[in-house]
């Protein structure tokens, strides 16, 4: 069992930045990979960036790449998403997500947080 606490969102001017955190508890969570997912109403859950169980593997939706990185500290049980360069279109509620395996796909996930709002205005 893994429980995902997301925190760090806000609203943010384009341009900006913000770290997004995702707290673990469980004691799997060090041997899990981690993926962010963010969804605007109406639309699905996106997949924005994963990371291996050991930080050794990351992967990015093309729409972050050279904006966004993921990091995890696994002393601290925690998953980090800084976030550079900020966008409208980034506009979502993101959550972590927790598995075995490194994903892409939402349904590859078993554990989630509640999701934490980012707003970009421009």
């Known amino acids: 069992q893994v429980q995902l606490v997301e925190s760090g969102g806000g609203l943010v001017q384009a341009g900006g930045s913000l770290r997004l955190s995702c707290a673990a508890s469980g004691r799997t969570f060090s041997s899990s990979a981690v993926g962010w997912f963010r969804q605007v109403p109406g639309k699905e859950r996106e997949f924005v960036t994963g990371i291996s169980w050991s930080g050794g593997r990351t992967l990015y939706a093309d729409s972050v790449k050279g904006r966004f990185i993921i990091s995890r500290d696994n002393a601290k049980n925690t998953v980090y998403l800084q976030m550079n360069s900020l966008k409208p279109e980034d506009t979502a509620v993101y959550y972590c997500?927790?598995?075995?395996?490194?994903?892409?796909?939402?349904?590859?996930?078993?554990?989630w947080g509640q999701g934490t709002q980012v707003t970009v205005s421009s």
């Open positions: 997500a927790a598995d075995r395996l490194l994903g892409t796909r939402s349904r590859e996930y078993e554990y």
